[in-house]
């Protein structure tokens, strides 16, 4: 079992920059691979990218793709999402998960889930 909480969340301006954090409970943290997902209002949870257990190998949806960066520490269980370059689109709740086998970018691929942390970004 392992817990998640998401942090870092707020408001930004369009071009500005965010980095969320999930700090996630238990020793075995090393040991799963994590995704990061969002959910923008009214539209379905969508991959936004992940990370393997090492850190070593990392995949991002096309939409994120050169704006965004994924980081771990696992000495501190955090993961880490770098989100520059905001864009309006980018508004969403951002959800941090663990997947206990190969990293993927299906909701199913993702045992434990964080509760979110909520991502605005103004024109």
């Known amino acids: 079992q392992v817990q998640l909480v998401e942090s870092g969340g707020g408001l930004a301006q369009a071009g500005g920059s965010l980095r969320l954090s999930c700090a996630a409970s238990?020793?075995?943290?090393?040991?799963?691979?994590m995704g990061w997902f969002r959910q923008a209002p009214g539209k379905e949870r969508e991959f936004v990218g992940d990370?393997?257990?090492?850190?070593?190998?990392?995949t991002y949806a096309d939409s994120v793709k050169g704006r965004f960066t994924i980081s771990r520490d696992n000495a501190k269980y955090t993961v880490f999402l770098r989100m520059n370059s905001l864009k309006p689109e980018d508004t969403a709740v951002y959800y941090c998960?663990?997947?206990?086998?190969?990293?993927?970018?299906?909701?199913?691929?993702?045992?434990?889930w964080g509760q979110g942390t909520r991502v605005t970004v103004s024109s």
């Open positions: 998960a663990a997947s206990v086998g190969a990293s993927g970018s299906s909701l199913g691929d993702y045992r434990y």
């Open positions: 238990g020793r075995t943290f090393s040991s799963y691979a």
């Open positions: 990370i393997t257990w090492s850190g070593a190998g990392t």
